[in-house]
């Protein structure tokens, strides 16, 4: 089990700076894949995290879309090594918010379904991943963590952005 680490705010330039390609099997790659899990349970509503978000520039992001309104497809929790994203289709705009941009949200035009190849950590196996609607979403906006990218970098324009509604 990880620990709940801090999550990093908009405008640290690790987060606009590409991650470094990472050893799966490295234990500290081991270790921030499950930092990555336990932050990302901590933190209500959260869907997805990546390394450079809690302040480390490796390519290594979680994801987990379970029990959310607008998944369709899902795998569980689930971590990624060095992803990217092999096929992308059906582009559709969707509302998006992060954790390191927390008073805004945006509209990202972005693959309603993709194909998706990874490596997990510990083992280093390779992963494929075809999903679609929510969980396509999630997974491209990790992998646009892991290269140095936002959502406010994917938003046709400020009309795209809005403040985030707070629903106590």
Same mark, same amino acid.
């Given at each position: 089990?990880?620990?709940?680490? !801090?999550?990093?705010?908009?405008?640290?330039?690790?987060l606009?700076?590409? @991650?470094?390609?990472?050893? *799966?099997?490295?234990?500290?790659?081991?270790?921030?894949?499950?930092?990555?899990?336990?932050?990302?349970?901590?933190?209500?509503?959260?869907?997805?995290?990546?390394?450079?978000?809690?302040?480390?520039?490796?390519?290594v992001f979680?994801?987990?879309?379970?029990?959310h *309104? =607008?998944?369709?497809?899902?795998?569980?929790?689930?971590?990624?090594? !060095?992803? =990217?994203?092999?096929?992308?289709?059906?582009?559709?705009?969707?509302?998006?918010?992060?954790?390191?941009?927390? $008073?805004?949200?945006? $509209?990202?035009?972005?693959?309603?379904?993709?194909?998706?190849?990874?490596?997990?950590?510990?083992?280093?196996?390779?992963?494929?991943?075809?999903? $679609? @609607?929510?969980?396509?979403?999630?997974?491209?906006?990790?992998?646009?963590?892991?290269?140095?990218?936002?959502?406010?970098?994917r938003?046709?324009?400020?009309?795209?952005?809005?403040?985030? =509604?707070?629903?106590?």
């Amino acid at each position: 089990m990880g620990a709940a680490v !801090n999550v990093l705010t908009a405008p640290a330039a690790i987060l606009s700076t590409p @991650a470094d390609e990472v050893d *799966p099997a490295d234990p500290a790659i081991v270790r921030l894949a499950a930092d990555l899990i336990t932050t990302m349970r901590a933190a209500p509503g959260c869907v997805g995290l990546a390394a450079p978000q809690v302040g480390v520039s490796a390519q290594v992001f979680c994801v987990d879309v379970t029990g959310h *309104p =607008k998944a369709v497809t899902t795998h569980g929790a689930f971590v990624l090594c !060095n992803a =990217k994203v092999v096929e992308a289709s059906r582009w559709r705009p969707g509302r998006e918010g992060c954790m390191s941009v927390p $008073d805004l949200t945006g $509209d990202v035009k972005r693959a309603a379904r993709v194909v998706v190849e990874g490596l997990r950590p510990g083992t280093g196996e390779s992963i494929t991943i075809t999903t $679609d @609607a929510f969980e396509a979403r999630a997974l491209q906006h990790e992998i646009d963590h892991c290269a140095g990218k936002l959502f406010l970098d994917r938003v046709a324009g400020a009309h795209a952005i809005h403040v985030r =509604k707070v629903y106590l």
